[in-house]
């Protein structure tokens, strides 16, 4: 069965850091493309952040600089290191598989909030 439990959010500050975590299992990541994404309130969700299965990375002019995606193929995670957050950043986090792949099921995602 395939899940996909993310993990990491919280309450910050203008400026601070948290690294998400997005736990895969029922297929592996090393066979696919996977990507952040983020639903703003009132907003439709967007695809911020993909790593290819060869590690090439690619992010939203919004986050580049400022988040890092990465993958521990070992313990089938995808993780969301994300630095300089800004309260437009608030927003429940997702992660799935990437374009052109179809997305799976969606996980509950996890809530980030920035304060100003």
């Known amino acids: 069965q395939v899940q996909l439990v993310e993990s990491g959010g919280d309450l910050v500050q203008t400026g601070g850091s948290l690294k998400l975590s997005c736990a895969a299992s029922g297929f592996r990541i090393s066979l696919a493309t996977m990507g952040w994404y983020r639903q703003a309130p009132g907003k439709q969700r967007e695809l911020i952040a993909s790593?290819?299965?060869?590690?090439?990375?690619n992010y939203a002019d919004s986050v580049k600089g400022r988040f890092t995606i990465s993958t521990d193929i070992g313990r089938n995670t995808v993780y969301l290191q994300m630095n300089s957050l800004k309260p437009e950043d608030t927003a429940v986090y997702y992660c799935?598989?990437?374009?052109?792949?179809?997305?799976?099921?969606w996980g509950q995602g996890t809530q980030v909030h920035v304060s100003s």
């Open positions: 799935n598989r990437g374009p052109p792949l179809r997305p799976l099921t």
């Open positions: 790593i290819t299965n060869g590690g090439s990375t």
